[in-house]
């Protein structure tokens, strides 16, 4: 019973601090974090603060080419971003290759190394049994001697 209560309010604490966390983790495309108000208002002012002698649909072509020069630079400093990225993961795919090749170097060598480890140790062992019957034998000449 103690232990659903203790798991049910841990859980309970970490969904609600979830829930109630203050900020946002990533902010959105619109965020913009010098004067922390979204940027489609700066579009806006810009509206606002055109002379008063033009008509309506030259400043919504304005406005609109404004837009698209925004769009077009910032879809190409993503691209620029998605390149480099891009650049970095290769990189990285290429450094993972050259330690797996480097790994599978070392455990080549480590299984040639272990295996002959055990053949030393088997001739080892096979010399220590030849020492102890050698002993023994001389040790029951001497008893025989006696």
């Given at each position: 019973?103690?232990?659903?209560?203790?798991?049910?309010?841990?859980?309970?604490?970490?969904?609600?601090?979830?829930?109630?966390?203050?900020?946002?983790?990533?902010?959105?495309?619109?965020?913009?974090?010098?004067?922390?108000?979204?940027?489609?208002?700066?579009?806006?002012?810009?509206?606002?603060?055109?002379?008063?002698?033009?008509?309506?649909?030259?400043?919504?072509?304005?406005?609109?080419?404004?837009?698209?020069?925004?769009?077009?630079?910032?879809?190409?400093?993503?691209?620029?971003?998605?390149?480099?990225?891009?650049?970095?993961?290769?990189?990285?795919r290429?450094?993972?290759?050259?330690?797996?090749?480097k790994?599978?170097?070392?455990?080549?060598?480590?299984?040639?190394?272990?295996?002959?480890?055990?053949?030393?140790?088997?001739?080892?062992?096979?010399?220590?049994?030849?020492?102890?019957?050698?002993?023994?034998?001389?040790?029951?000449i001497?008893?025989?001697?006696?």
């Amino acid at each position: 019973m103690k232990k659903n209560f203790l798991i049910l309010s841990i859980i309970a604490v970490m969904s609600g601090s979830i829930a109630f966390a203050d900020g946002m983790v990533f902010d959105p495309t619109e965020y913009n974090a010098s004067n922390t108000t979204p940027a489609k208002t700066t579009t806006t002012s810009a509206k606002t603060t055109a002379p008063k002698n033009i008509t309506i649909e030259e400043n919504t072509k304005a406005s609109s080419s404004y837009a698209q020069n925004s769009i077009s630079g910032q879809s190409t400093s993503l691209n620029n971003a998605l390149f480099e990225l891009d650049s970095a993961q290769v990189n990285i795919r290429n450094d993972l290759l050259d330690y797996q090749a480097k790994y599978q170097e070392v455990d080549t060598q480590y299984k040639l190394i272990k295996e002959q480890r055990r053949v030393l140790d088997e001739q080892i062992k096979s010399i220590e049994r030849r020492i102890k019957d050698l002993e023994r034998s001389k040790n029951q000449i001497r008893k025989t001697m006696i």
